[in-house]
């Protein structure tokens, strides 16, 4: 409608009182009067409309600024990192999410204190050693990780604790070392591919992180016979809505519990792993939607020398204690092959974990006298269960009531047997005794049994107490013939940690 103004509007009035006299002149005075009321009604709702136009022109200027004022924010918000701080750790990101990088940690401070117990195995000397109740810097780990150009994931992991850094067959001496060092390429969610150092993925115990484990330390499955950690590339990925994981890699080779180095290969045999985990009533009401099942393979050939045997520097108890070792003059010598059929099952606040392992290892003497095709196995079931009534998973536990804030966290109880067999022709080569190792240093199997309390304040903080007895058969002296038992291995393990 045209805005009529306030000038028009009486000239109107004006024009209309100077007709009126005129127009009405023969009508009385009634007329008249009834045409001023009428002029006064026009005026009074020209004036009403003329108000109504301006709060309209008014409302959509306001409208207007507003609509400019909020295109700039979101303008200015997208041309914005962003900053995070919370229990997933300290990070940066990109506007468009396409740039990040995170920093987070592990620091696992450790007590172990042993009942009973010898510090090694290998010599005679080792006999007469007790295990030593110690405080120990498990690991302090500070981890970067980060995504570049939207699809590209990489991960560095420093490692100054104890969990030391091996290369070929000889531990390291603690000092500070890599432990992940890797890029993944997730093109598709069923195709990704991942270089560098890092986990093999082979065992499931492995795959879990080390602030997420149930108990102190793994179990022989992980830490005697899988690889720990290696170098080189792996396609994996998840299919069929993510109830299939798969995953084939190639790698430079590591011993027995091995953690490679981040150096050049020693030789040119290459390890070659694949495995392949099912969840397939994932998703579904059903109490196995929490079912697990799968199988992984390790195959390669490794021949060492006297400087680098390509076998493992010894396999050690639950109290970090080594119960085996290879002898000095014998060395991996052809192929290597390990099958590890595994499971988990989480239902409400249960969970259970199982996992096997039988290897077939080539080994000889540096002389070349003797060659053997060794075959161990080891074993863990494991079961935990959540007091407080947490959802039990593979991975860490947030509790329902964080302590000190009303709560006392999450309680959660812990139960593993665990064992470990060695072949015979270890210590027997064709009637000729203690040939790969003396069975009077080294023992022959291992049986632990592991009971534990895990007490979670936080999605972050927990602490873990756990008593550990391992029984031994060999490896306690006597006779190459007749080898004693070892002295059965009695500890609390403890550990305070914090992860973020």
Same mark, same amino acid.
């Given at each position: 409608?045209?805005?009529?103004?306030?000038?028009?509007?009486?000239? +109107?009035? /004006?024009?209309?009182?100077?007709?009126?006299?005129?127009?009405?002149?023969?009508?009385?005075?009634?007329?008249?009067?009834?045409?001023?009321?009428?002029?006064?009604?026009?005026?009074?709702?020209?004036?009403? /409309?003329? #108000?109504?136009?301006?709060?309209?022109?008014?409302? =959509?200027?306001?409208?207007?600024?507003?609509?400019?004022?909020?295109?700039?924010?979101?303008?200015?918000?997208?041309?914005?990192?962003?900053?995070?701080?919370?229990?997933?750790?300290?990070?940066?990101?990109?506007?468009?999410?396409?740039?990040?990088?995170?920093?987070?940690?592990?620091?696992?401070?450790?007590?172990?204190?042993?009942?009973?117990? /010898?510090?090694?195995?290998?010599?005679?000397?080792?006999?007469?050693?007790?295990?030593?109740?110690?405080?120990?810097?498990?690991?302090? =780990?500070?981890?970067?990780?980060?995504?570049?150009?939207?699809?590209?994931?990489?991960?560095?992991?420093?490692?100054?604790?104890?969990?030391?850094?091996?290369?070929?067959?000889?531990?390291?001496?603690?000092?500070?070392?890599?432990?992940?060092?890797?890029?993944?390429?997730?093109?598709?969610?069923?195709?990704?591919?991942?270089?560098?150092?890092?986990?093999?993925?082979?065992?499931?115990?492995?795959?879990?992180?080390?602030?997420?484990?149930?108990?102190?330390?793994?179990?022989?499955?992980?830490?005697?016979?899988?690889?720990?950690?290696?170098?080189?590339?792996?396609?994996?990925?998840?299919?069929?809505?993510?109830?299939?994981?798969?995953?084939?890699?190639?790698?430079?080779?590591?011993?027995?519990?091995?953690?490679?180095?981040?150096?050049?290969?020693?030789?040119?045999?290459?390890?070659?792993?694949?495995?392949?985990?099912?969840?397939?009533?994932?998703?579904?009401?059903?109490?196995?939607?929490?079912?697990? /099942?799968?199988?992984?393979?390790?195959?390669?050939?490794?021949?060492?020398?006297?400087?680098?045997?390509?076998?493992?520097?010894?396999?050690?108890?639950?109290?970090?204690?080594?119960?085996?070792?290879?002898?000095?003059?014998?060395?991996?010598?052809?192929?290597?092959?390990?099958?590890?059929?595994q499971a988990n099952y989480y239902y409400g606040s249960l969970g259970v974990l199982a996992e096997y392992v039988r290897e077939s290892q080539?080994?000889?003497?540096?002389?070349?006298?003797? #060659?053997?095709?060794?075959?161990?196995?080891?074993?863990?079931?494991?079961?935990?269960?959540? +007091?407080?009534?947490?959802?039990?998973?593979?991975?860490?536990?947030?509790?329902?009531?964080?302590?000190?804030?009303?709560?006392?966290?999450?309680?959660?109880?812990?139960?593993?047997?665990?064992?470990?067999? +060695?072949?015979?022709?270890?210590?027997?080569?064709?009637?000729?005794?203690?040939?790969?190792?003396?069975?009077?240093?080294?023992?022959?199997?291992?049986?632990?049994?592991?009971?534990?309390?895990?007490?979670?304040?936080?999605?972050?903080?927990?602490?873990?107490?756990?008593?550990?007895?391992?029984?031994?058969?060999?490896?306690?002296?006597?006779?190459?013939?007749?080898? +004693?038992?070892?002295?059965?291995?009695?500890?609390?393990?403890? =550990?305070?940690?914090?992860?973020?």
């Open positions: 409608m045209k805005k009529i103004s306030q000038t028009h509007l009486f000239v +109107l009035v /004006l024009i209309s009182v100077i007709a009126a006299p005129s127009a009405f002149a023969g009508t009385g005075g009634t007329e008249l009067e009834q045409l001023r009321v009428l002029v006064q009604e026009l005026s009074q709702r020209v004036r009403e /409309l003329e #108000h109504k136009n301006e709060i309209e022109v008014a409302t =959509r200027e306001i409208d207007r600024k507003s609509e400019i004022a909020a295109e700039a924010a979101e303008a200015k918000k997208k041309e914005t990192p962003g900053v995070s701080a919370s229990e997933k750790g300290f990070g940066f990101k990109s506007a468009d999410g396409d740039f990040e990088i995170k920093l987070r940690g592990v620091i696992q401070a450790d007590y172990r204190q042993f009942q009973q117990g /010898l510090a090694g195995a290998g010599t005679a000397a080792s006999l007469t050693a007790n295990a030593n109740d110690t405080f120990n810097m498990r690991r302090i =780990r500070p981890i970067i990780e980060g995504t570049v150009f939207g699809k590209y994931d990489f991960k560095i992991t420093p490692e100054f604790g104890e969990d030391k850094v091996y290369g070929g067959a000889t531990a390291g001496s603690g000092n500070s070392g890599i432990v992940d060092a890797y890029i993944d390429a997730r093109f598709t969610p069923y195709f990704q591919v991942r270089a560098g150092k890092f986990k093999p993925y082979v065992g499931l115990e492995r795959l879990q992180r080390a602030a997420d484990t149930k108990f102190v330390e793994r179990s022989y499955v992980t830490n005697t016979i899988l690889p720990n950690r290696d170098i080189g590339a792996s396609i994996h990925g998840d299919v069929l809505d993510d109830k299939l994981t798969y995953a084939l890699g190639m790698y430079q080779g590591v011993a027995d519990g091995g953690d490679n180095k981040t150096g050049a290969d020693s030789n040119s045999a290459k390890d070659y792993a694949a495995r392949v985990f099912a969840t397939p009533f994932k998703g579904g009401d059903s109490p196995l939607a929490g079912l697990g /099942l799968g199988i992984a393979v390790t195959s390669g050939s490794q021949v060492g020398t006297a400087a680098t045997t390509e076998l493992s520097a010894g396999y050690k108890t639950p109290g970090q204690q080594t119960f085996f070792k290879y002898a000095a003059t014998a060395i991996a010598d052809g192929r290597r092959v390990r099958w590890a059929p080539d080994v000889n003497l540096v002389a070349g006298a003797k #060659h053997a095709t060794l075959k161990h196995n080891a074993w863990q079931v494991a079961t935990t269960y959540l +007091l407080t009534g947490e959802e039990a998973s593979f991975k860490g536990v947030r509790p329902k009531q964080v302590f000190g804030k009303g709560g006392w966290g999450a309680w959660e109880l812990a139960l593993r047997f665990a064992g470990i067999n +060695l072949d015979d022709k270890v210590y027997n080569y064709n009637g000729t005794l203690a040939v790969f190792a003396d069975p009077r240093y080294s023992a022959k199997s291992a049986r632990s049994y592991t009971a534990g309390v895990n007490w979670y304040l936080n999605s972050g903080v927990k602490l873990v107490l756990d008593y550990e007895n391992t029984q031994f058969v060999g490896g306690g002296g006597g006779t190459a013939a007749v080898p +004693l038992d070892r002295v059965d291995e009695r500890a609390v393990l403890a =550990r305070f940690q914090v992860a973020f």
